[in-house]
């Protein structure tokens, strides 16, 4: 059966609720979900009780973004459980980092003559984790753009008008008290990663040397032939090829829990890999 190693809730990002989400995975006949908002486990206990109602496996995780040696990237952390440990005791201070780097960010904008506030930030956050999107919700609520794209593209995205940099964990520390809290961490997208695909045999030996799990392989954005290339490298390395949709609901409008854009699958037979990676 298919699973999702990769959602977003409105804990975070996401617009569907937890419970919203477990619905739509189970309607989407999945056999387990990932729950990986943005810096929080908030979402989790909703998510489980709608997950034990539905049928379905629920496996805990977050969404990092870390740095190793001056690049940026995203890992997905997979069975981190909601309560006390290294890498849990974290996530208030990344969150904090966040609202920090909003205010910047707002600021900015409102010397670009942007009219928004805190307020209006607040206004489109469902959940504790809150960040850019929600600040493109805001430009899209009051009628400065159409979409949350639109809202990056210029304004949001690194190197944008309004861009501030945040606190962030690096790799190693990531993958460090990750594995000391019992979880895995796999690197999300790797496309996204600023470098080519050429290079990221040497990065993710380094990284495997650290203690990385997997790799992000099936990936709506990714190429067929990226991800078959991310998939043999992932065997190569002795990772584990994971995949997910990366869904936030509206907040990726044509992405679908499971499917993607329609012609991803993620078979259960990866979670057994990753679980086995456990340590």
């Known amino acids: 059966m298919a699973i999702d190693l990769h959602t977003h809730s409105s ?24 729950l990986t908002d943005h810096d929080t486990l908030s979402g989790l206990g909703e ?44 996530l208030a201070e990344l969150r904090a980092g966040r609202l920090e780097r909003n205010g910047k960010i707002i600021a900015k904008l409102q010397e670009l003559g942007y009219e928004i506030d805190d307020t209006d930030v607040d206004a489109q956050a469902g959940g504790e984790t809150v960040g850019r999107p929600h600040i493109a919700d805001a430009l899209v609520a009051k009628g400065f753009v159409s979409t949350r794209a639109e809202a990056f593209d210029g304004l949001l995205s690194d190197g944008g008008a309004a861009y501030v940099e945040r606190p962030r964990l690096t790799a190693t520390k990531a993958i460090s008290l990750a594995g000391a809290s019992g979880a895995v961490t796999t690197v999300a997208h790797p496309y996204t990663i600023d470098r080519n695909a050429e290079t990221f045999p040497a990065l993710f030996a380094e990284l495997h040397d650290l203690g990385l799990s997997g790799l992000e392989a099936y990936y709506p954005e990714h190429s067929k032939d990226l991800q078959e290339h991310l998939a043999t490298l992932a065997k190569d390395l002795g990772l584990v090829a994971t995949g997910g949709s990366d869904y936030h609901g509206t907040g990726k409008p044509g992405l ?8 991803l699958l993620v078979p259960d037979t990866v979670l057994t890999e990753l679980e086995e990676k456990r340590p």
Do not use: W, Y
Request: hydrophobic share 40%; charged share 20%; proline share 5%.
């Open 47 to 90: 998510a489980r009780a709608a997950a034990s109602q539905a049928g379905i496996r629920l496996i805990p995780g977050t969404e990092l973004s870390v740095n190793h040696d001056g690049l940026k990237l995203h890992m997905l952390v997979h069975f981190l459980e909601p309560e006390n440990g290294p890498l849990q005791d974290r």
């Open 11 to 34: 804990a975070s990002d996401g617009t569907d609720s937890p419970t919203e989400l477990i619905r739509r995975a189970a309607a989407a006949g999945l056999s387990a979900v990932a």
């Open 256 to 263: 679908e829990l499971g499917s993607g854009f329609g012609d």
